[in-house]
């Protein structure tokens, strides 16, 4: 069965220090993986996607992911991290048909000055 | 280009009154679209998708109830809402075009039943 585990419900780091939100899947196929924020009372954004090609995928605001076959890993990274990401992060598979797209749980980001 | 508008952005129900929320898309044809509920504190929870007018699953068995009468249009319902319904609703719709693929979701809606 399809599922995405975000095994960190919540982490806490210091504003500047670098970040790595982990994300673990489980797809039969060839997955297409998305990691989303929600800021407060806010809608889902995106941050990145990967479908092929180059493993280290970059997005928005400074937000890096690399995919790894090996170990069903999608995680997502920030080299130094702002008061302003502090949100909820949400990773996803998709199938390759649009059809289904399964979440994490969800991981909640603290940053502290 | 596309996008995806929901509404209302907050609504407060008392218990036992009907409910009608409503998302639509515009630019683009035949989309995927789905309602997701966010409880406090927890993840998202896939409550209906519909691949086309009149074509709707339902992932969970509740309250609720959607529906599809256009294109790009989908609604969410409910006859008599319950405490348990409080929560935020997205609308999402999905795409694959060239090898792109996306899921865009609308800005929600703070359903809060008293």
């Known amino acids: 069965a399809q599922s995405v585990t975000q095994p960190d419900i919540h982490i806490t780091v210091s504003e500047g220090a670098s970040l790595e939100l982990r994300c673990n899947y489980s797809?039969?196929?060839?997955?297409?993986l998305f990691w989303y924020v929600q800021s407060p009372g806010q809608g889902l954004q995106l941050l990145l996607k990967?479908?092929?090609?180059?493993?280290l995928v970059q997005g928005i605001k400074g937000f890096e992911a690399e995919f790894k076959r090996s170990q069903s890993s999608f995680n997502l990274r920030k080299p130094s991290v702002h008061w302003s990401d502090a949100a909820e992060y949400f990773c996803?598979?998709?199938?390759?048909?649009?059809?289904?797209?399964?979440f994490g749980t969800g991981t909640s980001l603290t940053v502290i000055p | 280009s596309q996008t995806i508008h929901q509404w209302p952005a907050t609504l407060v129900q008392p218990v036992g009154s009907p409910l009608s929320l409503e998302c639509t898309v515009e630019?683009?044809?035949?989309?995927?679209l789905y309602w997701y509920r966010q409880a406090a504190g927890r993840g998202l929870q896939l409550l209906f998708y519909?691949?086309?007018?009149?074509?709707i699953s339902s992932e969970v068995p509740q309250n609720l109830s959607a529906s599809r009468p256009q294109d790009r249009q989908f609604i969410l319902s409910s006859k008599k809402l319950l405490l348990s319904d409080s929560g935020f609703y997205l609308c999402?719709?999905?795409?694959?075009?060239?090898?792109?693929?996306?899921?865009?979701f609308g800005s929600g809606t703070r359903l809060t039943v008293v």
């Open positions: 999402a719709w999905s795409f694959r075009v060239r090898g792109d693929y996306g899921y865009t």
């Open positions: 797809y039969g196929a060839t997955p297409y």
């Open positions: 990967y479908f092929s090609g180059d493993t």
């Open positions: 996803a598979v998709g199938s390759n048909t649009g059809n289904q797209f399964y």
């Open positions: 630019g683009t044809s035949n989309p995927n």
């Open positions: 519909s691949v086309g007018i009149g074509q």
